[in-house]
């Protein structure tokens, strides 16, 4: 008779993992080719479509150092416009996933987003000061970069402030640090 009071608990996950185990090669392998899939839909829809063997042709023949394909407008149009910008779209994709993930991270939170800090509220507004102010925003610190400068510098200037009057630039409201220990840390700073 077996004893069923003896038997092993199930194994628990070690975290939120989509796939474990060998399935995760399968998962970044489909995933690859998903995206592989997509940038060449995305070279080949445009203001004029092309078939995807044209694409793949013009791309096998310069990534094969053949040069150019037969048609040399047709290799322009797919190796020295769209392709960049194919390629552009992925990788801000991968960095802006990757910014996203550590935000999480950082803040231990699944569903954070830059919201969570005030950084997005902050960097639009220093990117409308720069236009609305006559590209002076700021007292002109950010005439060399502009609005990229002007959104960076407010968002350091949130950062700052959450960091002064509310703790860890990290905490949320419901982690606010109190009043006094907060202007310590600043003034300490």
């Known amino acids: 008779m077996p004893d069923t009071l003896t038997r092993e608990a199930p194994a628990r996950a070690r975290g ?13 392998a489909a995933l690859g080719a998903a995206l592989v899939a997509s940038m060449v839909l995305g070279i080949s829809v445009g203001s004029v479509n ?6 793949w042709s013009v791309l096998w023949a310069h990534l094969s150092g053949r040069g150019d394909s037969a048609d040399p407008l047709l290799g322009q149009v797919v190796w020295d416009i769209r392709t960049p910008r194919v390629l552009l779209a992925a990788l801000s994709g991968a960095g802006l996933s990757v910014a996203g993930a550590a935000l999480q991270a950082l803040v231990r939170n699944p569903l954070a987003d830059p919201y969570v800090l005030g950084v997005s509220s902050a960097a639009s507004l220093g990117a409308v000061l720069v236009p609305a102010l006559g590209g002076t925003a700021l007292g002109g610190a950010t005439g ?4 990229t400068g002007a959104a960076f510098a407010a968002a350091l200037l949130v950062n700052t402030a959450a960091r002064c009057f509310g ?23």
């Not at 939120?16 to 970044?28: D, E, K, Q």
């Not at 060399?144 to 609005?147: D, F």
């Not at 860890?168 to 310590?184: D, K, L």
């Open 144 to 147: 060399a970069l502009g609005v």
């Open 16 to 28: 939120p993992h989509l796939v474990s185990g060998a399935g995760t090669g399968v998962l970044l």
């Open 50 to 55: 092309l078939p995807f063997g044209t694409v």
């Open 167 to 189: 703790g860890s630039p990290w905490s949320t409201p419901s982690s606010a640090v109190p009043a006094s220990r907060s202007a310590a840390w600043c003034s300490a700073r």
